[in-house]
């Protein structure tokens, strides 16, 4: 092998590695069976979340996981693999993977990493289940403006009372 093409090799570990270290969570998954137009689905959905797929070769991957320090995910590297790096929405990336195993029983959760540690499938299917960050900012805003609201009820509710009792007086 020419020392330009081992340097190429050399350098994509090291990106991998960059991004295994600094992806809030990554899933690798086996994409094995999936249609053209399937992978290009599911990329778009990734891709509208802000969140990257990329095929990686498994012994690329097998050393960014090492010099990363996540030995464990290993096992994982094995036959077609593709990963999912979700660098912001730490939520986005498990949740739209574990949707799309739903209705595509082709794709298969084979393990990532979430939050600096390895985590199980049943961890990344629990993640997933999980209310994206969108949504758990609307549910807080709906509960901070709740007492507002009610208030506001309430004084429009008084404010009608009075108007009827000062019309059935006249």
Avoid: C
């Avoid at 600094?22 to 899933?27: D, G, K, L, Q, T």
């Avoid at 778009?44 to 990686?56: N, P, S």
């Avoid at 986005?92 to 209705?103: L, R």
């Avoid at 805003?141 to 709740?146: F, H």
Wanted: hydrophobic residues 40%; glycine residues 6%.
């Amino acid at each position: 092998m020419s020392e330009k093409a081992v340097a190429v090799k050399a350098q994509k570990v090291e990106a991998v590695t960059e991004e295994l270290k600094n992806a809030s969570s990554v899933v690798i998954v086996n994409y094995r069976g999936l249609t053209v137009a399937e992978v290009t689905d599911l990329r778009k959905q990734l891709r509208d979340e802000g969140v990257k797929m990329e095929v990686i070769k498994n012994k690329v991957m097998d050393r960014a996981a090492t010099k990363a320090g996540f030995e464990e995910l290993k096992p994982t590297f094995a036959g077609p693999t593709a990963v999912v790096f979700s660098s912001e929405d730490p939520i986005a990336g498990p949740k739209i993977i574990h949707n799309f195993t739903k209705t595509n029983d082709q794709i298969k959760i084979k393990g990532g990493i979430i939050d600096g540690q390895v985590a199980s499938l049943d961890e990344i299917t629990a993640y997933a289940a999980l209310p994206s960050r969108e949504e758990l900012l609307s549910t807080l805003a709906n509960i901070l403006q709740a007492p507002v609201r009610n208030f506001a009820y309430g004084v429009k509710a008084i404010a009608d009372k009075k108007q009827s009792d000062d019309g059935d007086a006249a």
